[in-house]
């Protein structure tokens, strides 16, 4: 069985940082692309970054081009997303999943990330 | 303001059959690239219902079909249940190398 479970989520001060991990079972995780996606409070979904199954390609949406990094460790079936210059309008939960034709056909159950003062 | 658009909502009576529609542009679903559609209870994670334009992953109903044409998607449930009221997303990859999503669709039965 596919699972993806996310971690690292809590409230944090503007300007502060997080890191995000998301450890994956039940699939190959080093064949596959994976994707962080993110929700706002009553939003709708946007999507985060992307990073291939052996790292050699990375996108970033523009809203977090420069203060995000994802990264992933094969070895340890994790997916991880560093965020630093954390700003309110980050406040979401962040979902990681599983990349199919960049979508996401499975998700973790997500983790929220609450940026305030 | 989302690169995909979908109409806020929609409704249906039971039994009935509603379709959502996603219009994008020549940059994304119009350059070719599959549109995938996701269904959303709310407190919960997106659950893909339709991948690549049309086809359904395994153990989502056939009242669940989707279609493509030119720079359009569309979504449509048919023999509606109770249980299908959610938020339905549309989405798709862009040439500017993003993966884009539609604003939502809130489905009451």
């Known amino acids: 069985e596919v699972q993806l479970v996310e971690s690292g989520g809590g409230l944090v001060k503007p300007g502060g940082s997080l890191r995000l991990s998301c450890a994956d079972s039940g699939f190959t995780f080093s064949a596959f692309s994976m994707n962080w996606v993110r929700q706002a409070p009553g939003k709708g979904l946007e999507w985060v970054s992307s990073i291939s199954s052996d790292s050699d390609f990375i996108y970033y949406a523009d809203s977090v081009k420069g203060r995000f990094t994802i990264s992933r460790d094969n070895a340890k079936n994790s997916l991880y997303l560093q965020m630093n210059s954390l700003r309110a309008e980050d406040t979401a939960v962040y979902y990681c999943?599983?990349?199919?034709?960049?979508?996401?056909?499975?998700w973790g159950q997500g983790t929220l990330v609450t940026v305030s003062s | 303001q989302s690169v995909l658009t979908q109409p806020p909502s929609v409704s249906g009576a039971p039994g009935q059959r509603v379709s959502i529609s996603c219009t994008g542009s020549r940059s994304n679903i119009g350059a070719g690239y599959g549109v995938h559609w996701y269904q959303q209870v709310p407190g919960t994670a997106p659950k893909l219902l339709i991948y690549g334009n049309s086809n359904r992953p395994s153990g989502v109903p056939d009242r669940f079909s989707g279609s493509k044409s030119g720079t359009s998607a569309s979504l449509a449930i048919s023999g509606l249940q109770a249980e299908d009221e959610a938020d339905y997303y549309c989405q798709s990859y862009d040439s500017s190398q993003s993966v884009v999503f539609g604003g939502g669709t809130k489905l009451t039965v």
């Open positions: 999943a599983k990349d199919l034709l960049h979508g996401g056909d499975y």
